[in-house]
């Protein structure tokens, strides 16, 4: 059985292989490329990974994306879609709790960057899985927020975080995880 993180990392290549390596993504300044390098160097290189919030570490980020941004494109790819047996997000459980979001997100992001793109409708399990991670997304965007979200998807429930004045964002799943981590101008949300 494949998990939904293993499914999203597959799409996630393949749409980055049909737009091409300099093709935009939601992740601004980014282009396939930097996005590929990106999650190579989260699962493969744990120390550099610690750049994206560590400033310590921001040099040896540095080198790791030059090093992986100068190979093919085609290999780079293939390590997107092939991570280490080593890595937590290899283990069968830790690998969808790492890696659903992650991948379903920047998926999203190469494939909303384009100018005709439609919404994915996802089964209902999957959904429920978007469903159970967006639940967890509400609270560091809560921290940001002025007030109190609340977050609702017909047919999944209704979960919310934070205080204050509210904000209710409605949706599919994955509209809501859109929203939720930024994408607003692109998650086909209800928001009031």
């Known amino acids: 059985m494949t998990s939904l993180a293993r499914a999203e990392r597959l799409r996630l290549v393949a749409a980055a ?13 980014w282009t396939t490329r930097d996005l590929a390098t990106h999650l190579v160097i989260r699962e493969r290189e744990p ?3 610690m750049g ?5 570490f921001e040099g040896r980020l540095e080198d790791k994306e030059r090093d992986y941004a100068s190979m093919p494109y085609s290999e780079l790819l293939g390590l997107v879609a ?3 047996k080593w890595t937590p997000g290899a283990w069968p459980g830790v690998g969808s709790v790492m890696n659903t979001t992650e991948y379903l997100v920047h998926h999203e992001d190469i494939r909303r960057a384009e100018l005709e793109w439609f919404p994915r409708r996802l089964s209902r399990k999957d959904n429920a899985t978007v469903w159970a991670q967006a639940r967890f997304a509400p609270l560091p965007y809560a921290a940001k927020a002025k007030g109190r979200t ?9 979960h919310a975080a934070g205080r ?22 692109h998650a086909l949300v209800d928001v009031r």
């Open 17 to 29: 292989r049909a737009a091409g390596e300099d093709a935009p993504t939601l992740c601004e300044g």
């Open 47 to 49: 120390v550099a990974a």
């Open 52 to 56: 994206i919030m560590v400033p310590a």
């Open 82 to 84: 092939a991570p280490p």
């Open 150 to 158: 609340v977050i609702v998807s017909p047919g999944f429930g209704t």
């Open 164 to 185: 204050g004045e509210t904000t209710t964002v409605t949706g599919e799943p994955v509209e809501i995880l859109l929203w939720l981590l930024g994408r607003t101008d």
